[in-house]
């Protein structure tokens, strides 16, 4: 199984990106059952979760992305997704895709994206 992300990049402050975690290799079922997560790293600091989501569906944020990033996922293409509006300089950091089954055991980990707003 491999976590692989995409969509980070440069932009301005008040921009947007959407960011993409394709889980390769997992099948369906784990997929589906597993939790997903978005992990924010800045530079000197520790990894921070951003967003979470249940099994159901249920979405949490950190204080600091509320109400400008939303995760969601597409089961049949087995990916997630981080939507970030209105971008601010203190979202720059490297994202990281998390996937986890306390059912089967598992836990993986993308190998990061980079994302900087910056004017």
């Known amino acids: 199984v491999q976590l692989v992300e995409s969509g980070g990049g440069l932009v301005q402050p008040g921009g947007s990106l959407r960011l993409s975690c394709a889980a390769s290799?997992?099948?369906?079922?784990?997929?589906?059952?597993?939790?997903k997560a978005w992990y924010a790293q800045a530079p000197g600091k520790q990894r921070e979760l951003v967003a979470h989501?249940?099994?159901?569906?249920?979405?949490t944020y950190a204080d600091s992305v509320k109400g400008r990033f939303t995760i969601s996922r597409d089961n049949t293409r087995k990916r997630v997704y981080l939507q970030m509006n209105n971008l601010k300089p203190e979202d720059t950091a490297v994202y990281y895709c998390?996937?986890?089954?306390?059912?089967?055991?598992?836990?993986?980990w993308g190998q990061g994206t980079q994302v900087t707003v910056s004017s």
């Open positions: 989501m249940s099994t159901d569906g249920t979405t």
């Open positions: 290799g997992m099948i369906l079922s784990v997929f589906s059952s597993s939790t």
């Open positions: 998390k996937i986890s089954s306390e059912s089967y055991g598992t836990e993986y």
